[in-house]
Nanobody
């Protein structure tokens, strides 16, 4: 069974870039058909899809976050990474990495990591 684990700083200052890594075990991120996504859930709000990287390496982004978001991967480490630039306190959320068969859906996800944007 695939397992995903998010890692990265829990506190980021406004205007800086948030960077999170998802380490995958139990399956390769190059396996055909799967999409590896980032979601987030701000306090008191619903789950928001941010973007995904496909088994092929193609990337897909939410239109509302596209200008600030970059997703990449390191196949040698079986990891994929989220970068969100120019963060504000509104980017405070629990961030999840996930695997699905569509860009904006998931079958498995990590336990999540809290990121707070504050000076």
């Amino acid at each position: 069974q695939v397992q995903l684990q998010e890692s990265g700083p829990g506190l980021v200052k406004p205007s800086q870039t948030l960077s999170l890594t998802c380490t995958v075990s139990g399956g390769s991120i190059r396996t055909f058909r799967y999409y590896w996504s980032w979601f987030r859930q701000p306090p008191g709000k619903g789950l928001e899809w941010m973007g995904a990287i496909a088994y092929s390496g193609a990337t897909y982004y939410s239109p509302s976050l596209k200008s600030r978001t970059s997703i990449s991967r390191d196949t040698s480490k079986n990891q994929f990474t989220l970068q969100l630039s120019s963060v504000t306190p509104e980017d405070t959320a629990v961030y999840y990495c996930a695997r699905g068969q569509r860009t904006d859906e998931y079958e498995y996800r990590g336990q999540g990591t809290q990121v707070t944007v504050s000076s």
